[in-house]
Every structure is written in C-alpha cells, then in structure tokens.
C-alpha cells in the first residue's frame, strides 16, 4: 500500500489532520475512527478501496493526533453531536460531492449523525461496531449492556476521573483488552496507535463525551440546535451497511438487530462469527471486501 498523505484543513472550529490515499480517485470515501482508537485502524482496509479506484481520507476526531481546536476558549466537548457536525463540515471544506461516510464506534456514532443531519451528504453510510439509535440517555439498556459500559459509569465519578488523567494510556489498553477476544491485538500497534491519544484534549474529549452522554455534564450551547433535530430520531433514506462482530463485548451485536424500521433505502447487516469490537482490525479482508461490494453494488 502507498503510504499516505497527511494533510490538514480548516472547519468552523478545528484544524483536522486526515490522512489520504488515491487523491486522483473520482469518488471518496471518507473513514471515521472510533474510541480509543485512531486513523490507522483503517489501513488493512485502504488499499481494497484505492484498488476500487476511490480516493480515501482518515481524519483524527477532535482531541486525537494533529487535530487541534482553533479557539483555546472553545469548549472542548466530546458530545456527539459534535463529532457529527465535525463530519459535515469536514465533507464541506473538502468540497466532496457526496463521499461515502464509513465509521466505527465514534465514528460510526458520527456518521449517523451526519446522515440524519444532512440527509443529502453522503451516497452511502456503513457503521461498524454500533447499532443505530444507541446515543441517548433516555434508551433503555439490558443488564448486559449496562455491564458492558461500566467504564462509562467510572468515568463520572471523581475516582474515575483521577484514574483516565493519571493512566490514559493504559485505561485505553484496558478497553482494547476487555471488548475482542484474548490475543488478538499486537501490542506494538497498539503503541503506534495510542501515539494519537497525546493529543492535549484527548482527555477532556473522552471524560465529556461518557458524562454528556448519560446527562452529568452539559452540552456546549453551539450544538444544541443539533442535538433538537435529531429528536426524534431521524429515518435514514442512505443506502446502509452495519457490521457487528459477534463476540463484541462491549457493544453486543443485538444492540444492531432489529434496526430496519429507521432505514428507508437499501439496508444490510452482517455479523462475523469470533470477532469482538475491532471488525476492521480483526477481520481485515472480510470487511474489506463487504465495504467493497457494498460501495459497488448500490
């Protein structure tokens, strides 16, 4: 694979560093990675899609790598409505006719959100690791699931907080270990990767996105008209692709069943049979080549 270009570009509110592939490609496909993860995560992915012929850009969310806030004084949120907004408006500086939106955890979360936002944005949309329709604090949550996100409930507690600002990294090596089975990440990529979790905000980002989630922080005002248009939750007309793996242990995948009542275009859900949390990472060419004909075929 051809090693990419980094560049940065301009929104209302940061300066994104993205990685990019195939700038000469006709279409784009734009790819959004999650929490506690980075740009890279996508790499096994990449070259399918230039093979395709697509150009291919990985940005760094708010408070990840290069990515910087403009303003000191701009509230470092990590609402997700934020993340969403961040997407449209980094589609619209780069001035992409309609690219394909691709994210997993967060990023999934984003492009989403994007998507009821914008439903003209983007020619299709898959999400990785993350049902639709699990972002607000009135859902209901089975015992599983509530178990699952025990981290969220630490991280609002002042201990917890003590504890994200004293280890970082290893709270984020924590996440790695417990959501996919045993063994399966190396331990160097994981150190190449927490590489962008030195990023200044990262941990502010982190500790707002849990706490604003379940309502023990507030929002930043900027977003609010947002987050009231996406109440109730938009139907998304985007041709749709879910991937979930089925050991996910922190997102179990019938967290993602059941959803196609909230898509009114071309829909399809696949679930990989021994894959935790990680799909791109762990089940490389299998979610290569179903992004692939997904791209193709609708």
Known sequence: MAEPVTRSLRTSRLEIETLEWHPQGERAVVLVHG????????????????RAGYRVLAPALRGYGGTRFLDPATPRSGELTALGRDLIEFVEALQLDR?????????????????????????????????YGTNH??????????????????MATPLGEKTVRADP???????????SPPGWYDEAEFAATAQAFANPDWIEITLHCYRERWGHA???????????????????ATPMLVIHGAVDAV?????????????????RRIVLDGVGHFPQREAQQAVADALRDFLAST
């Open 99 to 131: 690219p394909a939106l691709v994210g997993h955890d967060w990023g999934a979360r984003a492009v989403a959100i994007a998507a009821g936002l914008e439903p003209g944005l983007a020619s299709h949309l898959a999400m990785l690791a993350v049902g």
């Open 251 to 267: 997102n179990p995948p019938a967290s993602s069943a059941g959803k196609e009542a909230w898509f009114s275009g071309p829909y």
């Open 35 to 50: 929490w506690p993860d980075a740009p890279r995560t996508w790499f096994a992915i990449v070259p399918a899609l230039v």
């Open 218 to 236: 507030e929002g930043d005002p900027h977003y609010a008209a947002d987050a009231a248009a996406l109440t109730p939750l938009p139907v998304i």
């Open 137 to 154: 604090a009135s859902q209901a949550l089975s015992f599983e699931q509530a178990h699952a996100y025990w981290y969220h409930w630490f």
């Open 169 to 179: 990294i290893g709270f984020a090596r924590t996440m790695w270990q417990l959501w």
